[in-house]
């Protein structure tokens, strides 16, 4: 059998973002973003009654170069929508206002680690256009709501760049979380505010020909970009290896049910849209100041954040990926280590040193823990009610509080899961509360004494077995006194104890 050549997968994406403006791209129809009763935001210019003029709309652009410039594209300085003409009955006026030749921004680029390795990504262009309306099949008839009709797009469309379906679907969350981060879009896939086209071809190693490409069309997750790629890169793997590799262009389905891929048409040339310019809209002439302003107003984006944590917090990459994921969780954990900054500088109880000496002397511990509350138990609460950070009742000054708490050691960590339940739920001090619950750590060995003498008393074979020389047993004598000190002891000064009054 001939040995069969090694293959490597050339990926495009094409992907879709609404933006998330107040009305839509052309009228004043408010943007609806699927939220409201069929047909109820639509007026005569979203549903193509003859004589109506469109008017676009300027947050649209201002949110279409704002993702843009984040992914560092150029803009032009004169752009110009097109008519792209089709028919589809969700498409009212025969044809979609779009951009062909002139689009809002060209080239960009995003790099990103992947397993260790640098992997850059390039976008072909970034233009503005209008959404369809939605067809609601149903057994007797097809139903369409003009709702989303004239939501403004960006379309982004990548260079083959993606060698995996891991890759693809890489970029697209990030893609998903910078929309986010700039204001452009909330960008989630299942409310069809983040839509993905995936083109997948092969070729031999080292070949540098683009052969023809196969269009899946309309991947709803980041899990079916995954998947759909993986499957047509498994499909046309075997298709090589019999010799007969795809020969011609085709658009193809995803049936996520059955995890495979459908044909639903060849491309013998390229579609022809009869595109021209749009007569009813002037070519849009973009200043150098305007997209200045934009760019002032884009916040740090989610890999220059990384990078910083990093450096600044000594936080590991983990930890860097949970708190980026959401800019809200980051500006809050900022929050709380600037009040742990404060405090260890103010708290008088410092060794010698400079602010940046004590900082970088403690930072991991502080931040270890900061990260570790949060995420884990502070995360615990507002998920069980579908919460976001910005709505939390623990105030980051309360989070810092307490973080100081655990850090000093005056609570062991059961009684400080209590005292964040109840900050969470009470919105208290979490002194106050330590204070009221007697949840602060008790070490002083003649308050502990009795509780150590009741627990030998009543657990006299236990005892006799440490004293023999069995040292699991001791485990189970430091929880009978932790449970009479009602969880306020110090585990370790508790064994210390009992170590020197079992075998003295
Ligand atoms: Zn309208």
Known sequence: MKKQQPLEAVI??????????????????????????????????CLGHPGTLPVLNREAVQKGIALALAFGSGIASKMRFDRKNYFYPDLPKGYQISQFDRPLAKDGSLTLALEGVMRTFSLERLHLEEDA????????????????????????VTKPDFRSPSEARAFLQELRLIARYVGASDADMEKGQLRCDANISLRPVGDETLYPKIEVKNLNSFRSVERALAYESKRQAELWHQGKPPAQQETRGWDEGKGETILQRTKEGSDDYRYFPEPDLPPIDISKKDIELIEKAIPELPQAKRARFILEYELKHSETDVLVADKDVADYFEAVVSELKAWLFDSGQVEEGTHDEIWKRS???????????LTTELFKHLNAEGKAITESPVTPENMAEFIVLVYEGKVNSSAAQTILDVMYREGKDPSDIAEDRKLFQTSDASGLAEFIKQAITENPDQAEQYRVGKE??????????????????????????LKKELRP
């Open 133 to 156: 309306g939605k067809n609601f099949h149903r057994s007797d008839a097809t139903l369409v709501d003009f709702n989303r009709a004239g939501v403004p797009l960006a379309e982004i």
């Open 12 to 45: 495009g994406l094409e992907i879709h973002v609404q933006l998330k403006t107040a009305s839509k791209m052309f009228c004043a129809c408010a943007n609806v973003l699927g939220d409201a009763p069929p047909n109820t935001s639509v007026c005569p210019i």
């Open 472 to 497: 699991p047993v001791l485990q189970f004598l430091v929880g009978k006194v932790m449970k009479l000190s009602g969880g306020r002891a110090d585990p370790a000064v508790v064994a210390k104890l």
């Open 363 to 373: 930072r991991r511990k502080i931040t270890k823990l900061a990260v570790s509350w």
